[in-house]
């Protein structure tokens, strides 16, 4: 057997009961006749001693239920017993729903009047004379002539009324039938509305926790529409139950678009339709906060008749969703779609469009059951979706982390052993410095000596000067290496540079200080790298001839702010414009620079050191080589 359809006939038989009778009743056991007319009174102007007078105005009430929108008429229904003989004398007329304002029922008397019994939530629950959440009024059947009773009703809410003749005994069976199913339909809802807390705090998600705002705001206002917040809390406070049922019925009406217009994202798929849903919403909280006032009757019709569109809106949205692959919008489309047809005839029906005498509450439990059911479904798939999303995330991140650690290992291992070899290199390094030293003094005279001792000498520098780069470039590169910034004295360290180079300061190499011997917070070791790769690649691409200016000056609001600009110009070829930035790329070097000793490191190195202080360096236009390193004085 289909479980689904067997889940569908339970949720009907189930519903079935909450509601009791449902549509047009038929004749109860014990009656000859039930015959319900009804009789409009615009302007509540008639009483009931008028109506003797116009019984050919009573028209039949179709299918047993009034159902005139929100309206400040009142109806009368001319209700017409007779009963069996043998029957029982005492009979029960239970009128729903128990939010309608006042009901007055005249029952005939023995002197051709009239008695009344005035019930509604108007008045205090604690003055009915049965213990019942629904308005329950008593027909005496003396004998087995008909006897015609009036039922007056005027209510502010929206006007349906749904009358019910049985014995004592067959309403006792309805009443516990229909407890029992409310019971269950209240007990699922509070279990939905604990579910959703819990998932809104163990997943810190906000809207669960608004779902179960708008869970706890529909229970409020069925507990309300079925009269039990009367009977149970406010049976001496009539108009407190009388104003929530409007304002938690149209809040829910109101968060209920809120949620689901984002969780669809209708202004994703809808932009031009997603203003209808939020005016909707915001009518529905208006409407919501009407009913503490007396215009609620007035502004209700509005709220009831944009539930329709904004619905439509909404389902289209989580259709097309759905079709996109977004997790839950299938479950949503289908809560929507099963609850569309009730819905829209419940607010066609509370305006008084439709008037047949179908019950509008049984389609309200029923669509109302399978809506919260797929939303519950679909925001749980969203929410376990999210939930592996984000696992796979933090999987990811702990696989990168992994990695980072694993290349930081590698790359501490690299540091060290260029470390050791920069070390075990230095010595022998230092040994063939010293032993060329020496070769001078002996053979100072002998020019074909001297020039291999020069050609020794060139060797060993360019390997020092290979190992300091490379260090120089792991160091640059290590994250956690960060620059150690103090106080450098600008004139000392360019004479350094300039010594390393034998270029005395005065003779190739001209300096220009415009900064009075200002001092900068730098790393010294980091700032001669990348001033020493400028005054290289000058001495490297001019006529050894050539002069090679090095000007350092005040910045100013054109280079990015107060600080230091060192300025290295050489005669040689410059370079092009197209290459200005490809330079500073690693391992770059020109086709026509091939001749040129080098590895490509130098102006890559120097733009990192420079970025790593927070400057810049850059190619300024003119003849020859032109670069200029900027470094910021707050750094």
């Known amino acids: 057997m289909n479980p689904g359809r067997v889940l569908r006939w339970l949720i009907w038989f189930w519903l079935a009961g909450i509601m009791g009778t449902v549509g047009a009743q038929g004749l109860p056991e014990g009656l000859a006749e039930l015959r319900i007319d009804v009789l409009r009174d615009p302007g509540a102007q008639l009483a009931v001693g008028d109506l003797a007078a116009l019984g050919e105005r009573f028209a039949p009430l179709p299918g047993g239920v009034l159902n005139a929108g929100f309206t400040r008429d009142a109806f009368w229904l001319r209700i017409s017993v007779q ?20 009901l007055r029922l005249y029952a005939p008397t023995a002197d ?55 014995t004592p005994e067959v309403f006792r069976q309805r009443a516990q039938f229909s407890l029992i199913g409310l019971s269950l339909f209240f007990g699922v809802m509070i279990a939905m509305i604990g579910v959703n807390l819990l998932y ?18 529909e229970l409020l206002g069925f507990v309300n529409v079925e009269g039990m917040l009367a009977q149970f809390f406010f049976q001496d406070s ?18 209920g678009m809120v949620l689901f217009r984002q969780f669809v994202r209708v202004r994703h798929y809808l932009p031009r339709l997603d203003l209808i849903v939020v005016f909707a919403a915001a009518c529905e909280f208006t409407v919501s906060l009407s009913a503490l006032t007396d215009y609620f009757s007035l502004l209700a019709p509005f709220g009831q008749l944009l539930i329709l569109p904004a619905t439509l809106i909404t389902l289209v949205a989580a259709i097309m969703a759905a079709r996109t692959g977004e997790s839950g919008a299938g479950f949503v489309a289908a809560g929507y779609f099963a609850h569309i047809v009730f819905i829209g005839y419940s607010a066609l029906s509370h305006v008084g469009v439709f008037a047949t005498g179908v019950d509008p509450y049984l389609g309200l439990y029923v669509s109302v059951t399978a809506q919260l059911l797929f939303f519950q479904v679909g925001i749980v798939a969203r929410a376990h979706q999210a939930e592996r999303t984000h696992m796979a995330l933090l999987e990811r991140a702990q696989t990168a982390q992994e990695h980072a650690e694993k290349e930081q290992q590698l790359r501490e291992t690299q540091s060290q052993f260029l470390n050791m070899v920069a070390h075990e290199v230095r010595t022998p390094l230092a040994v063939i410095t010293a032993a060329t030293n020496s070769l001078r003094l002996f053979d100072a005279n002998l020019p074909q000596v001297t020039e291999r001792i020069d050609r020794i000498e060139r060797s060993a520098q360019r390997m020092g000067k290979l190992f300091e780069l490379c260090l120089a470039a792991e160091r640059i590169n290590d994250p956690q290496d960060k620059p150690q910034l ?76 107060p600080g230091i600009v060192f300025d290295v110009i050489d005669r040689g070829p410059g370079v092009p414009v197209e290459m200005r930035e490809r330079i500073f790329e690693k391992y770059f070097r020109a086709e026509e620079r091939k001749g040129v000793p080098g590895l490509g490191l130098g102006l890559y190195l120097t733009r990192r050191i420079v970025a790593s202080h927070g400057g810049h360096v850059r190619v300024l236009d003119g003849t020859g080589g032109r670069f200029r390193i900027y470094l910021p004085a707050d750094k």
């Open 238 to 255: 009539p108009t407190i139950p009388d104003r929530l049922v409007g304002l938690t019925t149209y809040a829910s009406f109101g968060l």
């Open 112 to 166: 051709q009047s009239y008695r009344v019994d005035r019930q509604g939530d108007w008045l205090p629950y604690s003055t009915r004379p049965f213990r019942y959440r629904n308005p329950l009024f008593t027909l005496d059947l003396p004998d087995e002539s008909r006897q015609q009773f009036y039922l007056r009703v005027a209510s502010t809410s929206s006007l349906m009324v749904m009358p019910s003749v049985t």
């Open 200 to 217: 809104a705090i163990a997943l810190r998600d906000l809207f669960f926790g608004a779902y179960g705002v708008f869970l706890t705001l």
């Open 486 to 561: 103090q106080p450098v004295s600008l004139l000392s360290l360019i004479a350094e540079i300039a010594a390393e180079h034998g270029l005395e300061p005065g003779t190739r190499l001209q300096i220009e200080d415009h900064t009075r011997g200002q001092e900068i917070k730098a790393d010294p070791r980091l700032l001669k790298v990348a001033l020493s790769n400028l005054i290289e690649n000058a001495a490297k691409y001019s006529l050894p001839d050539d002069p090679i200016e090095m000007r350092v000056d005040l910045a100013g609001a054109d280079e990015g702010g």
């Open 83 to 102: 009963r069996r003989a043998g029957a029982p004398q005492d009979w029960r007329l239970e009128v729903r729903p128990a939010f309608l304002d006042d």
